[in-house]
Structures are given as structure tokens and as C-alpha cells.
């Protein structure tokens, strides 16, 4: 038998690679992380069979081993099903901080084969589906992966607002939409806006589908149990308005009290106080003081839950927060009214004037009933006429040089509102000096204010 003759013997089989696109979800909060599976629920991104679908977690607090993790949050199981797979994006940059670190751009391809042998991510496409474009992680992300097209999806308020910072335009040419919850209908988000990406909304349904699952896995978690057994009527939302630099700790403190009063004069006698997820662990009696000289149970739902659990579990009949985004989800997926304290405060003392809580804290200012003032919570609705004009016009005072296409109705938005009650703490003089628009002075002295703010813009523009 001659050697082209012999039987030959199969060889061992080996695996075969996956050769499919591979889709990359880079996420850092249960909230957003919900936003994407409903997403992926309503077909945004095909169907499941066409692409490797990778859930990339991101750690963003200021001391991450410190903060709550994602993973241990309720629910989170049940959103990672929608994924082939998990990653750590702190553990793959370690021991770099996520919002810090970035390849530089002679580094990006070293960098990619680095993370496509770590990810096993072979040589098949990436397409990147990233939260806040114009800061790391997700700049980070897209530098390394300079050929990938990019989705941004937006899971709160600030999708309403400008883009925080520019892009480079290697970026912004990728990028092909925004996804984004319908939080105000009616109100069209400007973010991204100025590089021609479209926005486009996740289903109400899907997202209301994807909560209430979530609560479905928080059915027999004990502090569910507790702050339900408390028969509670009201839901105060704390935030992180402290370790963002917008309130010392002892305002902040005050101003979860003074929620706490806002719900006792409106009748409630059993109020929940829920505390934000990567708040900093810190809590004084602040509260159970209050609520003891009033005679008011309180309960504390400090564990790893979504607001809206609580909402899918025990239905309040009142939601009050400062500017949270839960607020709005409490108002348009749950039908619950909403009320605010302390918003006008936080909203004059914003700096600098591009900060980008700006349009969120201006829409729930102008939305949402003020407690402390005896207006009447309410379930607010598709957005009025008034709101889209005054976003505009501000959205345009916070980063004129990327809208210039806003100027004449911002001009002729302030020429009739600039002085009005509901209108005039949206917006700063010297701002609007500098910028030329009614409000400002006419004729700004050499040297002052308007002469620094315009050096502050220049400083802001190069950094």
C-alpha cells in the first residue's frame, strides 16, 4: 500500500472560531444596563443569532472598590442572559481608573490585538455600543477600535442637553445614532446633534417590559419586604449632588430633609427614602430625626435595588427628588406623581454654565411641581409648548460655538422671556453678554466680567 493509498485518519477535531461581528455593550449602571437590553429586546440591534453580543462593565465611581458594584445589584442577572459573555473593564486597565485612562493614539493598535487576545475577540468586526461618547471609558473604547462604528445609547435626562465636550472627528463620523428613552415626549435631544446623529427612541413597552422583570427578581428580597410591609405612600429619591461637587454633605443632608417635610405637609405619614445606588456609603440621623419629631415612619431601602423596583413593588403615590432621572421614569412608566425640592437652588449655583446637569435640572424645574412652594404634585406629561424653546436656548448658551444654527431662536426666545419669573434663573448675564443676546449688558466693560468669562471659555475650549 503505497502512501497516496494508505487510509488516513480524521484528524482531532479543534474548535471552530467564531467568525461573527462581534458587538461590544459598554455599561456602568443597572439603569443604563436595562435601557440596552430593551434595546436588544425591540430588535434595535437584529437579531441575536448575527452577532456575539459581549456585556462590558465599567466601574466608575471615584474609588471603585469602594462603590456598589453593578454585578451584585438586583436583576442584574437577568440582563446579562442577553449576552454571550461578561467583561471587567477596571480589571482589563487595572490598576487604572476608568475615567482616566486612554491609549494614546500611537498606543491604539498595540492596544486593540491586546484586547481582542484578552476578549477572545479573534479577528471578527467590532461594533461598539457605548454611554457618554465624549468621556472615557467609552472614548477610550473607541480610540482603540478606530474602525468600529459606534451607538450611543443615552438612559437619563442628559440626553436632552448639549454635548458636554467636542468630539474628534475620527469619532464623531462613526457614531450612528442615539438611542434614548422617551422620558418628556415631545422633547427632542440635542446630545450629538451637532455631528447630524439622529436620535432614536427605545420603546416604552420593552423598557417597561424590562423593569418589571427586574422587580420580578426582587420579589422576595428582604428589604423590598420591609419597606413594603411599612404600608408607605411617598418615595424620597436621594442622589449624589455631594460627591459631584453641587452640594456639601450637610446640604445634602438638609435637602433630603426638607423632602422628608415637603411629604408630611402633603399628607403622607409613611415615606420610604431611597438612597442613589454609587452614592458614597454615608448616612446620618439626620433623616430618623426628622421623622421622629413629626411622627412620620420612615424607611431606608438602602440596598443594591433600582428605584423602580420599588415602584413595580409598591406603588407610591408620591416620588420627590431634586432633578434624579427616576423621578420621570416614576412619572411616565408608572403613572405616579412627582414633585421636586431644592431644584431652582442647585440649578443657580451650577457652575460652570456648560456643567451638563444643566438641562436636566432646567426640564425638571420646569416640569415637575415644587413641593416646598404647596404646588400640587402631578404626573407631568408630553412636553409643553414652552420647554423645547427654553432647552434650546440654553443648550445654545452653554455650547454656542457647536450650535450656531440656534442663535436666532434663542435671540428671539430671550427677547420675550429673559426677564420672566419661570425663565430668568435659567440663564446667566455675563453669559449672555458675552454672547450678544438680550439679558446681557449692552455694552460690557473692558476687563470685566464678560472679559472673564470669555478668557474661562477660551481655557475650557483648549482643555
Known amino acids: 500500500m503505497t502512501p497516496e493509498t494508505a487510509p488516513r485518519t480524521a484528524p482531532a477535531s479543534v474548535p471552530v472560531p467564531d467568525a461573527r ?79 482616566a485612562w486612554a491609549p494614546r493614539p500611537e498606543e491604539a493598535p498595540l492596544w486593540q490585538r491586546v484586547l481582542r487576545t484578552a476578549w477572545d475577540l479573534g479577528d471578527a468586526p467590532v461594533e461598539l455600543v457605548v454611554e457618554s461618547i465624549q468621556v472615557n471609558p467609552a472614548k477610550a473604547l473607541a480610540g482603540t477600535f478606530p474602525e468600529s462604528s459606534l451607538h450611543v445609547y443615552a438612559d437619563g435626562l442628559m440626553s436632552y442637553g448639549p454635548t458636554r465636550n467636542d468630539l474628534a472627528q475620527s469619532i464623531a463620523c462613526r457614531v450612528r445614532r442615539v438611542l434614548h428613552l422617551d422620558l418628556v415626549p415631545g422633547l427632542r435631544p440635542l446630545l450629538l446633534a451637532e ?54 454633605a450637610e446640604e445634602e443632608e438638609e435637602l433630603h430633609v426638607r423632602m422628608l417635610r415637603g411629604a408630611v405637609a402633603a399628607g403622607h405619614r409613611s415615606v420610604v427614602f431611597k438612597p442613589h445606588p454609587t452614592a458614597p456609603v454615608r448616612y ?18 438602602d440596598g443594591p435595588l433600582l428605584a423602580e423596583t420599588f ?73 409643553p409648548a414652552s420647554l423645547t424653546p427654553l432647552v434650546r436656548a440654553v443648550g445654545y448658551c452653554m455650547r454656542h460655538a457647536s450650535h450656531p444654527e440656534l442663535r436666532e431662536e434663542a435671540a ?19 453669559r449672555l453678554t458675552l454672547l450678544g ?10 476687563g470685566g466680567g464678560a472679559s472673564r468669562l470669555r478668557r474661562g471659555l477660551a481655557r475650557s475650549r483648549r482643555g
Open 195 to 248: 455631528y447630524g446623529v439622529e436620535p432614536e427612541l427605545v420603546p416604552d413597552d420593552a423598557f417597561r417590559a424590562v423593569l418589571a422583570e427586574i422587580a420580578e427578581e426582587a420579589a422576595d428580597d428582604p428589604a423590598i419586604a420591609r419597606a413594603a410591609a411599612a404600608g408607605p405612600t411617598a418615595l424620597l429619591l436621594g442622589q449624589y449632588l455631594a460627591a459631584l461637587g453641587l452640594l456639601t
Open 21 to 99: 461581528p462581534v458587538q461590544i455593550f459598554q455599561v456602568s449602571t443597572l439603569y443604563g444596563a436595562a435601557t440596552l437590553a430593551a434595546a436588544l429586546d425591540a430588535g434595535r440591534f437584529g437579531p441575536r443569532e448575527d452577532a456575539r453580543r459581549l456585556l462590558l462593565v465599567s466601574h466608575n465611581a471615584e474609588i471603585p472598590e469602594t462603590a456598589l458594584r453593578l454585578e451584585t445589584m438586583t436583576g442584574y442577572g437577568r440582563i446579562a442572559a442577553r449576552f454571550d459573555g461578561t467583561l471587567d473593564w477596571n480589571e482589563t486597565i487595572h490598576p487604572y481608573h476608568p475615567a
Open 437 to 446: 443676546l438680550p439679558g446681557g449688558a449692552t455694552a460690557p466693560a473692558p
Open 284 to 301: 446620618s440621623r439626620a433623616l430618623d430625626e426628622e421623622a421622629e419629631r413629626t411622627g412620620v415612619r420612615l424607611t431606608v431601602l
Open 412 to 430: 428671539r426666545f430671550l427677547a420675550a422671556h429673559h426677564d420672566a419669573p419661570g425663565t430668568a434663573h435659567h440663564f446667566d448675564a455675563e
Open 311 to 383: 415602584y413595580e413593588r409598591c406603588r407610591p403615590r408620591l416620588v420627590v427628588g431634586c432633578f434624579s432621572t427616576a423621578m420621570l421614569t416614576a412619572a411616565v412608566y408608572y403613572g405616579v406623581p412627582v414633585a421636586r425640592v431644592g431644584t431652582a437652588e442647585v440649578l443657580e449655583r451650577l457652575t460652570p454654565f456648560e456643567n451638563s446637569n444643566r438641562v436636566p435640572l432646567t426640564v425638571v424645574d420646569h416640569l415637575v411641581a415644587d413641593l416646598e412652594r404647596g404646588e400640587e404634585p402631578a404626573v407631568p406629561g408630553p412636553a
